[in-house]
């Protein structure tokens, strides 16, 4: 929102001496909305606003990287105030001085420094915002992140419970629901701990996918957990062959996790227990619904730490099953 209010209102910036910042680093993982945040932020303003990926900068001839640095910014002072973004950046701005002497190099830097001069070139009141994505902030030039090129560094983290139960409820008012939007969302946010706005979307298109494929006409709760638990542990393969002993042998190892962490009190709720195979080595798991506390106790390590080991202990009441998971050492 500050930008917003930089290029809506400049002048009562610069009525007081201050200057309005050149650029902002967007860093984060990917699927988080670095580019919806810049379109967001060049709708709020209303602003005209122009995006190109790095690797666009990029062809097999000497001096076109550079020419199309100048291009772009030439348009964005020509419709000014506007905005440009630059996704994946780290596609052009790596530092200088990595990576040999090859020809496809000295040409990544000439648009590197192309770009760098443009940035610091127009002037305070042009009233180009420059905005930047990249989850690779580390390999990045120094030059590039200096204060009068980039004075911000925003950085977008995979969202809390509360924000994973706002960005349902925007995908979800697209879908045919039995049940109000808030119903699921709640629910939906609680199942779903690390999981980034491009993982949300698509946890809702498979719901939808998996409520046509079995000619449903609204979606239920069940094709969400469905759809989560086929994008968590990947297919189910109910046809993949298994004898009974490995059967039996999953059953008594996730049970074993199940009942310690049943019994323990400063474990994670159990969630569900399945023995159906998914993915390409998974023949089973316990889910649990996992705390988003940025600090544990001992008696929460440990515990965590018996209901890890509680399907190798299983296994140990009976001799015959003795064969533990790589999970329970993980």
């Known amino acids: ?18 200057k309005i910042p050149k650029g902002a680093l967007l860093v984060g993982p990917p699927g988080t909305g670095k580019t ?16 190109i990926s790095g690797s666009d900068f990029m062809e097999m001839f000497v001096g076109v990287g550079p020419s199309r640095v100048r291009n772009l910014f030439q348009e964005a002072r020509q419709c000014a105030p506007s905005i440009v973004f630059i996704d994946e950046i780290d596609a052009i701005g790596r530092a200088r001085g990595r990576g040999g002497f090859s020809g496809s190099n000295d040409e990544r830097e000439s648009t590197l420094n192309q770009l760098l001069v443009e940035m610091d070139g ?9 905005l930047a994505g990249t989850n690779r902030p580390d390999i990045l030039d ?23 139960d706002q960005i349902f409820r925007i995908y979800l008012t697209k ?8 119903y699921f969302s709640q629910r939906l946010a609680a199942l ?13 298109n ?6 046509a494929r079995t000619d449903e006409t609204q979606i239920t709760m069940q094709h969400f957990e469905s759809a989560i638990d086929r994008i968590i542990g990947g297919l189910e393969k109910k046809n993949k062959v298994i004898s009974k002993l490995e059967r039996r042998t999953v059953a008594y190892h996730e049970a074993g996790h199940a009942v310690a962490g049943w019994f323990l009190e400063h474990a994670e709720p159990l969630l569900k227990v399945t023995i159906v195979p998914r993915g390409t080595a998974a023949l089973g798991f316990a889910q649990y619904v996992p705390n988003e506390n940025l600090l544990m106790t001992k008696e929460q390590l440990f515990d965590m730490t018996c209901m890890t080991l509680g399907g190798r202990a299983a296994e140990e009441v009976c001799p015959s099953l003795c064969i533990f998971s790589d999970e329970d050492f993980c």
Do not use: W
């Open 1 to 18: 929102m500050e930008f917003v209010h930089f290029l809506k209102n400049p002048k009562k910036y610069e009525e007081l001496g201050a």
């Open 122 to 130: 127009f002037g305070t009141t042009a009233g180009v915002v420059v």
């Open 36 to 51: 919806l945040l810049a379109k967001a932020t060049a709708g709020e303003s209303g602003v005209p606003f122009m995006s």
């Open 142 to 164: 120094k030059a590039l992140l200096r204060p009068g090129r980039f004075d911000r560094q925003i950085t977008i983290d995979k969202p809390d419970i509360k924000g994973r």
């Open 175 to 182: 879908l045919k629901l039995d049940n109000d939007p808030t």
């Open 206 to 211: 498979e719901a939808a996918l998996i409520a």
């Open 192 to 204: 779903t701990p690390g999981f980034a706005g491009a993982d949300i979307a698509n946890v809702c």
